[in-house]
Every structure is written in structure tokens, then in C-alpha cells.
């Protein structure tokens, strides 16, 4: 019923699809409003102030552009909300833009792995300073190898330009959906964890209730914010043997010039769940939704250039990112 990775890619190309751009960007500065502490009803007050409502709710249509709205929680009563659309549209528009944020930090690390990749190439070298960083980079994305000198600084730069790269924002909002029941999961309201992330044979993080298995000895790992807990799972999927070939095929594509979609990337996970067909699963979702569309979409700041929204004050911070 459903195409392998290859089959899928071939399609793609044969559609035109390489002639796209590659990774959308950021239009205008750097500039968001990290939220805090809203309730459902004035979450919705907030997006309507900055006109983030868009097709269905949620697709920003025909603009492609998102406000940087930046939820450090879902909103304090959002599990307790009964309509299903209402909840599933609040679900991706305060997910969006945390994920686009997340490329933007992620494409930052990139541009630098290139700037080190172009000095070894011209220098056959690098300099203490930069053998340092790229060290350092090998070590958060999990590279190893016991080759020395030139030969270890090429493999690691090579790695590093497949591991550090970005995720279709459709991908982390359907996984989260998936993973959480559209954030109604205790997950969500008591650890702010989007995505099951475990830690094992500790005391510390959210106990499972009537999951436990006998032989093992996990807890769900707690988060500060929802945004933390999105860039841990995307280092997992960046450094993690598990999601090999999903990097694989990321490269093929980039190569390509061809801008990621989550559909695309269902199908090259190898995923450790109980569900059957997760792939299926999680493609419907991305298909279903049409989150594909804000894959091609960007955050712009300008549209957060209006004065504080009444009766808002202490909820909202500017920041930078």
C-alpha cells in the first residue's frame, strides 16, 4: 500500500519537485513574543490580535507566513477542551511556529559546519580553536571514530553535514500529535514532554501509569517548556542509529535542491512502537491536516509590530531567536 523512501524520492523528481528551493527562511529580523500562562480562550484572543487564524484555522494561506509566537505551555486548560477541530487547530498553530524556530537554530549550527567544512578544505587543517568546535559538535551528534589527524577531521565534517540539518515542521507537529493525543496526554500537562522522550533507571521525571513493564526501569523525562522538549527529540533524530536512513534520504534531497516534507520522511523512520503501521500513521496525519504546506513556510516578525494586546500584560516577552 505504501512506497518505500526510493520509490518515493524517484516520484518527487518526476513530479518537478527538484526545481523548489531548498529550506525556507526567516523573513525580516530575528524579533518573537515568547507566551506564558494564557488560557484557551485567551490564546485565541492572542492569535486573532496578531491575525493568525489563516485556512482551517491554522494554514496560513496565501502569505506562507507565520507569527513568531513562541508557547512556553499549552495553555493551562487546553486539555479540558472538548471540541476536537477547535483544539486540533489551537494543537498546530502553537506548535508552528516553536518548529520553525527550531530549523532556524538548527540552520545556524549548519551554516557554521559549512564555514568549518570550506577552512579544511582550503587549509588542509584547522586551527586549535576550531578543532575544538567541531569536537564539540561531533560529541552532541553522537559521532565516533578512532581515525586521527586529517582523516578524522574529514569523516567528522562529513557526518556532521548530514546529522546537523533540518526537520519538516510537519514531522515534529504530526509525531507530537500522534505521541500526545493532541496534547491532551498527562505528558503534556505534567512534564511538557511532546514526544515520550524516557530516562532510565532514575528518580527523576514523570512516573508511567498502567505502562510499566516489569523488566524495565524508565520515567518520562520533564521540560522546562514545549520548545525544549521539541529540540531534544530533534537532536535524537539528528544523532540517534536508529533514524539513519531517515538522514540518508534528508541528504538525497538537499542534494536535490528539494524542500523536506514530512510525508516523505514517514516512511523512512525506524521507529520502536507498539502501533501498528506508525508510518501510515503519521503520513495520514501530515495528509489529512495539509500541514505539508507550512514545510514551505517562513515566520516573519513583522507581523508581531502591533503594541501589547489588552489585558495580555506579564504574559508576553520579547525575545530574540
Sequence with gaps: MFQNPKSIFKTLVALGFAAVILFPVSAGANRGLEVS??????????????????????????SYHYPPLFFK??????????????????????????AMRLNLEISKERDRVEELSRAFAENDDLTKEQTEEVEALAKKYDIFTRLQGYRRYNRLLKELKIRVDEIPVSFLIALAAIETNWGTS????????????????????????????PDEDYRYKIY???????????????????????????????????VP?????????????????????LEYTIAFYELNVID???????MIDKSEPENLTGHLKEIRY
Aim: hydrophobic share 35%.
Design 73 to 98: 505551555t499549552f495553555p493551562s486548560d487546553f486539555a479540558k477542551l472538548t471540541d476536537e477541530a477547535r483544539r486540533q487547530a489551537l494543537f498546530i498553530k502553537i506548535l508552528t511556529p516553536q
Design 37 to 62: 500562562g494564557l488560557t484557551v480562550q485567551k490564546t485565541e484572543r492572542l492569535f486573532k490580535y496578531y491575525n493568525y487564524e489563516g485556512v482551517r484555522g491554522y494554514l496560513m494561506l496565501p
Design 186 to 213: 498527562r505528558l503534556v500537562t505534567d512534564a511538557n514532554s511532546l514526544y515520550k522522550t524516557r530516562v532510565w533507571h532514575t528518580n527523576q521525571g514523570l512516573k508511567p501509569v498502567g505502562e510499566t513493564n
Design 224 to 258: 522546562p517548556g514545549i520548545y525544549e522538549s521539541m529540540r531534544d527529540f530533534a537532536l535524537k533524530l539528528n544523532s540517534d542509529i536508529a533514524f539513519y536512513n531517515m538522514r540518508e534520504f534528508r541528504a538525497r534531497l538537499r542534494y536535490q535542491g528539494t
Design 296 to 302: 514551505k513556510s517562513i515566520l516573519n516578525s513583522k
Design 261 to 281: 516534507l514530512g510525508t516523505t520522511f514517514a516512511y523512512t523512520l525506524v521507529w520502536n512502537s507498539p502501533l501498528k503501521n506508525y508510518a501510515g500513521m
